[in-house]
C-alpha cells in the first residue's frame, strides 16, 4: 500500500539557520510528489511539486526540494529560515488511481529568534 | 478570484445532530474532495468527485455523504452526527485528477 513517512514531528531551528525535512514515501510507480504548508487556523497552501523531470525543484517562498529514487526521499530544504516559516508541513503522494493525495502526519516546525 | 471557499468556518453540534458543510470553486477544475485532518494522522480522503456528476468515496467515508451540485459545488453532509467525526474538514480541487490540488480554510467542526 502506498504511504507517505514523516520522521519527525516537531524541529526546532534558529532563525537564519538552514532547514532539511524529511519525507519518504512507499510506492510502486513513479510518484507525483507534493510538499505543502499549513500555519495555524489556516488551510493548505503548496509548497511545491515534483512529476517528472530535474529531480531539484524550487518552490515558493525559497524552499526547495530533492527527488532520490534510489531512497525513496523527498526531502525539502530551506537555506535560511525565517521566523514565518513557523507552521507544519506535510509531504504527499498522488496515489496510483490518481483520486487522492496521501499525506505525511505532517512536520511541526518551530523558529527561535 | 477567491481559490476554494467552504461555510462555515467554525460549527458545534449535538450527537445525532445534522448538517451540510458547502464548498465552491471558481478556478473552473473537474475535480473536488472532501478530506478530514486529525491529530498526527495528516489529512485523510472522506470522498471525492472526478468530474460532475460522479462521486467516489475515499478511505474513511462511513458517516458521511457528498452531493456534487454542479461542477463548481461539493458538499458533504453528516446525517448523525458523532463525538468521533469532531475533526477539520478540508475541501480541495484540481483541474484533473492528475493534477495539484487547491485546498479551502477549512471547517472547525465539533461535537458534543
Known amino acids: 500500500a502506498q504511504s507517505v513517512t514523516q520522521p519527525d514531528i516537531h524541529i526546532t531551528v534558529s532563525e537564519g539557520a538552514s532547514l532539511e525535512l524529511r519525507c519518504n514515501y512507499s510506492?510502486?510507480?513513479?510518484?507525483?510528489l507534493f510538499w505543502y504548508v499549513q500555519s495555524p487556523g489556516q488551510g493548505l497552501q503548496l509548497l511545491l511539486k515534483y512529476f517528472s523531470g530535474d529531480t531539484l525543484v524550487q518552490g515558493i517562498k525559497g524552499f526547495e526540494a530533492e527527488f532520490k529514487r534510489s531512497q525513496s526521499s523527498f526531502n525539502l530544504r530551506k537555506p535560511s529560515v525565517h521566523w514565518s516559516d513557523a507552521a507544519e508541513y506535510f509531504c504527499a503522494v498522488l496515489s496510483g488511481g490518481y483520486n487522492k493525495l496521501i499525506f505525511g502526519a505532517g512536520t511541526r516546525l518551530a523558529v527561535h529568534p | 478570484n477567491a481559490g476554494v471557499t467552504q461555510t462555515p468556518k467554525f460549527q458545534v453540534l449535538k450527537t445525532g445532530q445534522s448538517m451540510t458543510l458547502q464548498c465552491a470553486q471558481d478556478m473552473n477544475h473537474n475535480s473536488m474532495y472532501w478530506y478530514r485532518q486529525d491529530p498526527g494522522m495528516g489529512l485523510r480522503l472522506i470522498y471525492y468527485?472526478?468530474?460532475?456528476?460522479?462521486?467516489d468515496k475515499g478511505e474513511v467515508p462511513n458517516g458521511y455523504n457528498v452531493s456534487r451540485l454542479n461542477k463548481r459545488e461539493f458538499s458533504l453532509r453528516l446525517e448523525s452526527a458523532a463525538p468521533s467525526q469532531t475533526s477539520v474538514y478540508f475541501c480541495?480541487?484540481?483541474?484533473?485528477?492528475?493534477?495539484?490540488?487547491?485546498f479551502g480554510p477549512g471547517t472547525r467542526l465539533t461535537v458534543l
Open positions: 468527485s472526478a468530474s460532475e456528476g460522479t462521486t
Open positions: 480541495a480541487s484540481s483541474e484533473i485528477r492528475e493534477d495539484t490540488q487547491y
Open positions: 510506492y510502486g510507480a513513479t510518484p507525483y
